[in-house]
């Protein structure tokens, strides 16, 4: 890989390699490990071997950077120093990184009168022109609608492959997402046959394709495609500000929301919530219950100190 040029290059590159053979690679890593790599070059040049100090002044929270800057900077090299020590070839540990810090961060409250704007909005593309244009007309409603409506990461709607998507019983298979763990989600029925519909007019566009949403030379959206088109028809009838990845907090709190009257069988709701957004552990979805009072003050007087034993405190992970 060219974008490597230290005595590492031949090792990250069959790292890059064996991560994306195993639908494990992350493209947002390349950066961080091109740069990772320059660093070793010209910090250690006469170095044969990684060495703690290497990894270790790379990984240290710079100065003006949030921890969780730091943490996600550092993931990569992170996830290259395991991968070498599991083969036996460093013994190098991993890095000291800044812990994890709690985020004041509320997301967007979206009002139904929002949302109708937004969609109809996506609706209004203009069609007609080259391909490029009607393959935006068709994909910009549903991609979004699928993310309002399955709480998936935009990251998981980008990277979705057509052998992931199940129509038939409508559900999908999610292969790549923040982490290495696989996991399902069930589609509504409603967004089961849009998904069909639009399976159909896409491949018409981009027959073979293996993206279920393509980009140019069958390859997938990129993050600046999706930032783009959401602030475009976002701005354009809503005054709030709001990012893609708010429609999937607006997921989990609408989902929690209905769970106010009835009852406390909350142990299957949260687990399945919890499965279907793709955490690793129920920790992370339990920061949702700040997002609804009244969900979370009906829980705590009813379990009274046992609450925090049943869901305990989350960590931002």
């Not at 980008?158 to 998507?165: E, G, H, S």
């Not at 279920?212 to 005054?239: I, K, M, Y």
Request: glycine share 8%; hydrophobic share 40%.
């Amino acid at each position: 890989m060219a974008e490597f040029f230290s005595f590492l290059a031949p090792l990250i590159a069959d790292f890059v390699y064996y991560r994306q053979a195993s639908g494990r690679w992350n493209d947002s890593h390349r950066g961080n490990l091109a740069r990772f790599d320059r660093h070793c070059a010209a910090r250690f040049p006469g170095a044969a071997s990684l060495s703690q100090d290497m990894v270790d002044t790379w990984c240290r929270q710079r100065v003006g950077e949030t921890g969780a800057s730091c943490r996600t900077r550092a993931a990569a090299v992170v996830a290259f120093v395991r991968y070498m020590r599991e083969r036996s070839l460093t013994d190098v540990a991993d890095p000291a990184l800044p812990p994890w810090e709690r985020s004041a961060y509320v997301p967007h409250p979206f009002t139904e009168a929002e949302l109708g704007r937004f969609f109809a909005a996506c609706d209004a593309l203009p069609g007609g022109g080259n391909d490029e244009r009607r393959s935006r007309r068709i994909t910009v409603p549903v991609f979004f609608r699928l993310l309002y409506s399955s709480g998936i990461r935009t990251t998981e709607a980008r990277l979705l492959r057509t052998r992931d998507v199940n129509l038939e019983e409508g559900t999908l298979d999610i292969r790549r997402s923040k982490g290495p763990d696989q996991h399902h989600v069930a589609l509504h029925p409603s967004m089961a046959g849009l998904m069909g519909r639009y399976d159909q007019a896409i491949s018409a566009l981009r027959p073979g394709r293996s993206y279920f949403f393509p980009a140019r030379r069958d390859s997938f959206h990129t993050a600046a495609w999706v930032q783009a088109n959401f602030r475009e028809l976002w701005d354009g009838v809503n005054a709030a500000h709001a990012t893609p990845y708010e429609l999937r907090h607006h997921y989990a709190v609408a989902n929690i929301n209905q769970w106010t009257g009835q009852g406390l069988d909350f142990g299957a709701r949260l687990l399945y919530l919890s499965k279907s957004m793709g955490h690793t552990a129920l920790e992370s979805t339990r920061r949702y219950y700040s997002l609804v009072p009244a969900l979370g003050g009906i829980m705590e007087d009813l379990a009274g100190p046992g609450f925090d034993e049943i869901v305990p405190e989350p960590c931002d992970a």
